[in-house]
């Protein structure tokens, strides 16, 4: 039983949404919540088409049936949990009834996929940014695990909880220390021995309180605190919400730095571009979305000129007094190893090369690595073992909703053959016929046919933050009231009508929802941009 | 014209990690197939594993360091980049403090060059102001 939830796998991640759909072929049973009638809902058990935003009323209902009707696992809550009462208290006012008004899912579909997930014997969940972009996305994912607690799914083959990561590094990145509160090994900046480690080891003091996030440092820019900001493969001028916002931050740094490989829209904005080796040009590790660390190996050389991102950081670094050398990645990778001993200790490039891949915790040279997480929850429970909260939350809606100047829900996400800002996608290889070659916002039949609008006509869509114009693409994936777009041309971005709101753990910007107007443009001729 | 090359290595778009093998003739990579040893993906790619590729060999690609001069974005050398960004980040830290400074680290490069990256914050600069979309 597979519960897919914010996630448009096929076109997200096509080879899972392969590996699910045989899955399903051979007896899984697979539910998929998300508010568009993505292409995994043609082979899915049932389609939980929820209004965007309102998963937590659905996943709280979920969890009153499934104590109402005592299918959680009692022993394992007793032996493996804390703050039982609470969540049974939180959820008392999400009876189905009150879950379908805030969903628009009817209360026997809310019944039925709690029973079948809560009796499936195994139960797994995944999910996508459908789930971590909105304001209350670490609310979200608790509930998440809230459900896989109560049901026990979680430690053994064929449960657990799978976020389906969308960068080929991501997880490597946050896992490297490239968080504001965290060091390599995925480990608090405030555990005081663990950071003496990297103190003793570089031989400097690191500051021991913890960061800021991506979002917030847009507010310190807007405060002034902020001056200099250096960004590495990023183009968050496209890439990140109200994009009209995040031009007028950027123009009042004193400094922005970009490394990149092209010249991106964040570049043309920047004082000092450092061109960087891609995909292709370099050496090392990349974790995936499972925690496999893989070999990438170089395949060409690289212009004469461009340097790989760790060198050009090495060359500043010891020019501002803190030296840093390396000859090569793998002696990169084995101070990361002795330093993150608990997780990579045993992962060598060697083993790599003679074992294609191994998941870290991986401590020693004999170790298999550890494919499945969280496996005490189903071993003798030792007098150290730390509990697992259940974390009650409640539902709060989309920060802003839809109303009569801005009638429509716009939700973001990606297209099949495109990806992020478009800067490598630009370039396929001849001959490959693609299907979409240019952004549309997607609206559903009865909204087109209200407002008078065509399929392919270019209308004007608003939100309170900016304004732009796009070809329309008239599709029954999405609902009446619901549009879609995705972010990946310039020529239409997207992000200059998405809302600066975010999760106050996170600091994730709501991508997934905003309210914004669409209208018929009368002369398109003349007022299409230049 | 080169015998080709055949390297294997992992796909550089989404997080599922697929192995891939690429063959490379004259230092271009000519075409992508699925590594059928892969664990994760036993010989399958998609569209953009297998054809979006060309980027690596474009025209476009950023070939030399760039720096702003009378409001234009000029051609430098690196030495002169790399004095500028430590002249300048010095001053700002110096000034303001470490915490004036901020990083957006990449999720598409490899741990080592994210490993540096963080080392270089918390190292040279002595802050922790790093973060990027790895956090979503």
């Given at each position: 039983m597979l519960l897919l939830f914010g996630s448009n796998t096929s076109e997200a991640h096509p080879i899972i949404a392969n590996r699910i759909k045989k899955a399903v072929k051979s007896g899984l049973k697979m539910i998929v919540i998300d508010p568009r009638k993505i292409d995994m809902t043609k082979v899915a058990h049932r389609h939980l088409q929820l209004n965007v935003g309102s998963d937590i009323a659905l996943i709280n209902a979920f969890i009153r049936i499934i104590i109402s009707e005592g299918l959680y696992d009692a022993s394992f809550i007793q032996q493996f949990t804390n703050d039982f009462d609470e969540l049974k208290n939180r959820v008392e006012r999400y009876t189905p009834e009150y879950a379908s008004e805030i969903t628009g899912i009817t209360p026997e579909d809310i019944i039925s996929t709690a029973r079948e997930y809560a009796e499936a014997g195994n139960g797994m969940i995944a999910y996508t940014l459908g789930i971590t972009e909105h304001h209350c996305g670490v609310n979200n994912v608790f509930d998440i695990g809230n459900l896989a607690l109560l049901t026990g799914n979680i430690g053994k083959k064929g449960t657990g909880i799978m976020p389906l990561r969308g960068?080929?590094?991501?997880?490597?990145?946050?896992?490297?220390?490239?968080?504001?509160?965290?060091?390599?090994?995925?480990?608090?900046?405030?555990?005081?021995?663990?950071?003496?480690?990297?103190?003793?080891?570089?031989?400097?003091g690191i500051n021991p309180i913890a960061g800021d996030t991506q979002t917030r440092t847009f507010d310190k820019i807007e405060s002034g605190e902020i001056k200099a900001l250096y960004v590495i493969g990023e183009n968050p001028l496209l890439a990140d919400v109200h994009m009209n916002h995040t031009a007028k931050m950027l123009k009042k740094l004193d400094v922005l730095i970009v490394q990149d490989i092209f010249m991106t829209e964040t570049a043309e904005m920047a004082d000092v571009v450092l061109p960087a080796r891609s995909w292709g040009e370099v050496d090392g590790t990349y974790t995936n979305t499972d925690r496999r660390v893989q070999r990438v190996r170089q395949a060409v050389e690289a212009h004469?000129?461009?340097?790989?991102?760790?060198?050009?950081?090495?060359?500043?670094?010891?020019?501002?007094?803190?030296?840093?050398?390396?000859?090569?990645?793998?002696?990169?990778?084995?101070?990361?190893?002795k330093l993150a001993k608990e997780m990579y200790g045993g992962i060598s490039y060697d083993r790599l090369e003679k074992e294609y891949s191994l998941h870290y915790p991986c401590p020693t040279e004999d170790h298999p690595g550890t494919f499945i997480l969280h496996e005490r929850f189903h071993q003798e429970a030792e007098e150290s073992f730390v509990k697992a909260p259940f974390v009650p939350v409640d539902y709060t809606a989309p920060l802003e909703l839809p109303d009569e100047q801005y009638p429509f829900i716009l939700t973001t996400g990606r297209r099949y053959e495109s990806y992020n800002t478009h800067s490598q996608t630009r370039y396929y290889a001849s001959g490959v016929k693609l299907k979409q070659t240019e952004e549309t916002v997607d609206m559903h039949p009865e909204d087109a046919e209200r407002l008078g609008i065509e399929n392919g006509e270019v209308v004007s869509v608003k939100s309170r933050r900016g304004e732009l114009q796009v070809k329309t693409k008239i599709t029954d994936q999405v609902v009446p009231g619901l549009v879609f777009m995705s972010f990946h041309w310039s020529e239409v971005p997207t992000n200059v009508l998405t809302i600066n709101e975010y999760d106050p753990i996170s600091g994730t910007a709501e991508f997934k929802a905003c309210a914004v107007s669409i209208s018929r443009i009368k002369n398109p001729e003349e007022s299409m941009p230049q | 014209m080169g015998e080709p090359n055949f390297i294997k290595t992992v796909c550089g778009y989404c997080g599922t990690g697929c192995?891939?093998?690429?063959?490379?003739?004259?230092?271009?990579?000519?075409?992508?197939?699925?590594?059928?040893?892969?664990?994760?993906?036993?010989?399958?790619?998609c569209v953009k594993g297998a054809f979006a590729y060309e980027y690596v060999h474009s025209e476009k690609r950023l070939h030399t360091p760039l720096i702003r001069?009378?409001?234009?974005?000029?051609?430098t050398s690196w030495e002169e980049a790399y004095q500028f960004v430590a002249d300048k980040l010095g001053i700002?830290?110096?000034?303001?403090?470490?915490?004036?400074?901020?990083?957006?680290?990449?999720?598409?490069?490899?741990?080592?060059?994210?490993?540096?990256?963080?080392?270089?914050?918390?190292?040279?600069?002595?802050?922790?102001?790093?973060?990027?979309?790895?956090?979503?």
């Amino acid at each position: 039983m597979l519960l897919l939830f914010g996630s448009n796998t096929s076109e997200a991640h096509p080879i899972i949404a392969n590996r699910i759909k045989k899955a399903v072929k051979s007896g899984l049973k697979m539910i998929v919540i998300d508010p568009r009638k993505i292409d995994m809902t043609k082979v899915a058990h049932r389609h939980l088409q929820l209004n965007v935003g309102s998963d937590i009323a659905l996943i709280n209902a979920f969890i009153r049936i499934i104590i109402s009707e005592g299918l959680y696992d009692a022993s394992f809550i007793q032996q493996f949990t804390n703050d039982f009462d609470e969540l049974k208290n939180r959820v008392e006012r999400y009876t189905p009834e009150y879950a379908s008004e805030i969903t628009g899912i009817t209360p026997e579909d809310i019944i039925s996929t709690a029973r079948e997930y809560a009796e499936a014997g195994n139960g797994m969940i995944a999910y996508t940014l459908g789930i971590t972009e909105h304001h209350c996305g670490v609310n979200n994912v608790f509930d998440i695990g809230n459900l896989a607690l109560l049901t026990g799914n979680i430690g053994k083959k064929g449960t657990g909880i799978m976020p389906l990561r969308g960068q080929n590094n991501v997880q490597g990145a946050g896992d490297m220390g490239c968080l504001p509160n965290q060091l390599p090994g995925a480990k608090s900046l405030t555990d005081d021995a663990y950071r003496l480690r990297f103190e003793t080891e570089w031989g400097v003091g690191i500051n021991p309180i913890a960061g800021d996030t991506q979002t917030r440092t847009f507010d310190k820019i807007e405060s002034g605190e902020i001056k200099a900001l250096y960004v590495i493969g990023e183009n968050p001028l496209l890439a990140d919400v109200h994009m009209n916002h995040t031009a007028k931050m950027l123009k009042k740094l004193d400094v922005l730095i970009v490394q990149d490989i092209f010249m991106t829209e964040t570049a043309e904005m920047a004082d000092v571009v450092l061109p960087a080796r891609s995909w292709g040009e370099v050496d090392g590790t990349y974790t995936n979305t499972d925690r496999r660390v893989q070999r990438v190996r170089q395949a060409v050389e690289a212009h004469p000129n461009v340097k790989e991102d760790w060198e050009i950081l090495c060359e500043i670094s010891t020019r501002m007094g803190f030296e840093m050398n390396y000859e090569h990645s793998e002696q990169i990778w084995n101070e990361i190893r002795k330093l993150a001993k608990e997780m990579y200790g045993g992962i060598s490039y060697d083993r790599l090369e003679k074992e294609y891949s191994l998941h870290y915790p991986c401590p020693t040279e004999d170790h298999p690595g550890t494919f499945i997480l969280h496996e005490r929850f189903h071993q003798e429970a030792e007098e150290s073992f730390v509990k697992a909260p259940f974390v009650p939350v409640d539902y709060t809606a989309p920060l802003e909703l839809p109303d009569e100047q801005y009638p429509f829900i716009l939700t973001t996400g990606r297209r099949y053959e495109s990806y992020n800002t478009h800067s490598q996608t630009r370039y396929y290889a001849s001959g490959v016929k693609l299907k979409q070659t240019e952004e549309t916002v997607d609206m559903h039949p009865e909204d087109a046919e209200r407002l008078g609008i065509e399929n392919g006509e270019v209308v004007s869509v608003k939100s309170r933050r900016g304004e732009l114009q796009v070809k329309t693409k008239i599709t029954d994936q999405v609902v009446p009231g619901l549009v879609f777009m995705s972010f990946h041309w310039s020529e239409v971005p997207t992000n200059v009508l998405t809302i600066n709101e975010y999760d106050p753990i996170s600091g994730t910007a709501e991508f997934k929802a905003c309210a914004v107007s669409i209208s018929r443009i009368k002369n398109p001729e003349e007022s299409m941009p230049q | 014209m080169g015998e080709p090359n055949f390297i294997k290595t992992v796909c550089g778009y989404c997080g599922t990690g697929c192995g891939l093998i690429l063959e490379v003739e004259n230092n271009r990579i000519m075409k992508i197939r699925g590594d059928k040893e892969a664990p994760v993906n036993k010989g399958q790619t998609c569209v953009k594993g297998a054809f979006a590729y060309e980027y690596v060999h474009s025209e476009k690609r950023l070939h030399t360091p760039l720096i702003r001069k009378a409001g234009q974005l000029v051609e430098t050398s690196w030495e002169e980049a790399y004095q500028f960004v430590a002249d300048k980040l010095g001053i700002i830290k110096k000034t303001w403090g470490a915490n004036a400074i901020s990083m957006f680290a990449c999720a598409r490069t490899t741990n080592e060059s994210n490993y540096v990256t963080q080392k270089f914050m918390r190292g040279a600069i002595g802050s922790n102001n790093i973060d990027g979309c790895n956090r979503t």
